[in-house]
């Protein structure tokens, strides 16, 4: 599976350039080169239709014609994009780099470092619930300042991740590991109608008493509901058929803090989140009857914008 493109360029004949859709272009009608749709890059592309493939439909989209390569700075060439992301920066501690490159060459981006990051993030944003608004809230804007650096580098593969989808340049450059070991990529990707599967692994790491890792999940934010200490971002749902013969419908809600972080989140666009999921207690083990549906509601926090990116696809 090669790097899909939701967008182009065609150049026509009459030397007009102009950005078509995946969806709704038309080669019969639209004659012209099709060129990547990043502007420093002259890579032709082909139109593949939406088609199925095996059981999975596969949505229309571009594709690079076999001998076509990205321009170096094209934000679709992958390789380049990884190395660029991973160049070491001096405000980085030794080994406390996000993204490592191993020695087969392939990025590891460290989950645990930007997770981490992430915890004291929220410390310090929760310390500025407390009171003492003055003192406390320099001292969120100095903890941002420290983490800024790790977690920009992760917000870049995150956004790498949602630019190109579920590809398998994507997963030749990069590899996901946490606390050490590498998450294998269906652990941590769930793209969009994948939340059952989420619950699925949610419900195996319970059944074996394995923490909770990572996960990077595409969601559609709903509406906000403000509570005292943050604001939660309802979430469109999800119906799963379940064993017991009834449906579960399960509910992500984003918990945010500062709670100013969920006024970016809502307008039912889909994003891209990357965050540790927090199922309500008991809520891994419903067991609808036939013709009920229970509710399972899959908490996930967002202390940073850098934890989020628009899906495009
Ligand atoms: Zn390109």
Same mark, same amino acid.
Not at 71 to 92: G, L
Not at 107 to 129: H, K, P, Q, Y
Not at 198 to 212: Q, T
């Given at each position: ?116 990051? %992430? ?105 906000? %509901? ?88």
């Amino acid at each position: 599976m090669a790097l899909k493109m939701p967008k182009a360029r065609l150049a026509e004949p009459s030397g007009v350039v102009t950005t078509v859709n995946a969806d709704s272009y038309d080669k019969a009608t639209r004659p012209g080169t099709l060129l990547c749709i990043d502007n420093r890059c002259d890579a032709r592309l082909k139109h593949v239709r939406r088609h199925l493939q095996g059981h999975s439909k596969v949505q229309a989209h571009f594709a690079r014609n076999p001998n076509a390569v990205h321009a170096r700075d094209c934000k679709f060439d992958v390789a380049a994009t990884v190395t660029r992301i991973s160049d070491r920066s001096k405000r980085f501690e030794p080994d406390r780099d996000p993204i490592d490159v191993g020695p087969d060459g392939t990025a590891v981006f460290r989950l645990n470092i930007v997770f981490e990051a %992430l915890a004291n993030l929220g410390r310090t944003t929760v310390a500025d619930d407390a009171g003492d608004r003055d003192r406390e809230s320099v001292e969120t804007i100095a903890g941002d300042r420290t983490l800024t650096p790790y977690l920009r580098r992760a917000r870049a593969v995150l956004a790498l991740l949602a630019r190109l989808g579920d590809s398998d340049e994507l997963r030749s450059a990069i590899r996901i590991s946490y606390g050490g070991a590498v998450l294998p990529w269906q652990d941590f990707f769930y793209g969009p109608g994948e939340l059952g599967r989420l619950y699925d692994r949610l419900r195996v790491l319970d059944g074996r008493n394995k923490p909770i890792h990572p996960v990077a999940v595409v969601v559609r934010p709903k509406n906000v %509901l403000n509570t005292v200490r943050d604001a939660v971002v309802n979430c469109k749902s999800e119906k799963l058929r379940v064993e017991s013969g009834g449906d579960l419908r399960i509910v992500p809600r984003l918990a945010c803090r500062p709670p100013a972080l969920a006024q970016s989140l809502v307008d039912l666009r889909p994003y891209l989140v990357c965050t540790i999921p927090r199922p309500r207690r008991g809520d891994l083990n419903l067991r609808p009857a036939p013709g009920a549906t229970a509710f399972a509601d899959v908490y996930m926090d967002v202390v940073s914008r850098n934890q989020f990116a628009l899906w495009p696809h």
